[in-house]
Nanobody, 119 residues
Framework: QVQLVESGGGLVQPGGSLKLSCAASGTIYIINAMGWYRQAPGKQRELVANITNGGSTNYADSVKGRFTVSRDNAKNTVDLQMNSLKPEDTAVYYC?????????????WGQGTQVTVSS
């Protein structure tokens, strides 16, 4: 059993910053990647950023240079530092953990946290 606990969502002004945090707890085996997805109203859920076990990061083109994903492998946490926020960043953000080995994989999701960028 794995639980992802998110924090840090809220309301921020355009150009402002916000930091999301996610902690995985429970039965933790191999975490291949941790990161964040988001879904805006009327939009498909999309990858925002993630970081692999080896430290490789992936970002949506729309957030490159503004968002930074980081991970503490020892603590099984992942953060998303969001800078220069834009109204179009408004969405529900979901923590995601990809767990598995060579021949198996499981995905875990947080409950979602609302990020609203508005003046």
């Amino acid at each position: 059993q794995v639980q992802l606990v998110e924090s840090g969502g809220g309301l921020v002004q355009p150009g402002g910053s916000l930091k999301l945090s996610c902690a995985a707890s429970g039965t933790i085996y191999i975490i291949n990647a941790m990161g964040w997805y988001r879904q805006a109203p009327g939009k498909q859920r999309e990858l925002v950023a993630n970081i692999t076990n080896g430290g490789s990061t992936n970002y949506a083109d729309s957030v490159k240079g503004r968002f930074t994903v980081s991970r503490d492998n020892a603590k099984n946490t992942v953060d998303l530092q969001m800078n220069s926020l834009k109204p179009e960043d408004t969405a529900v953000y979901y923590c995601h953990v990809a767990m598995g080995g060579r021949f198996w994989a499981r995905d875990y999701w947080g409950q979602g946290t609302q990020v609203t960028v508005s003046s």
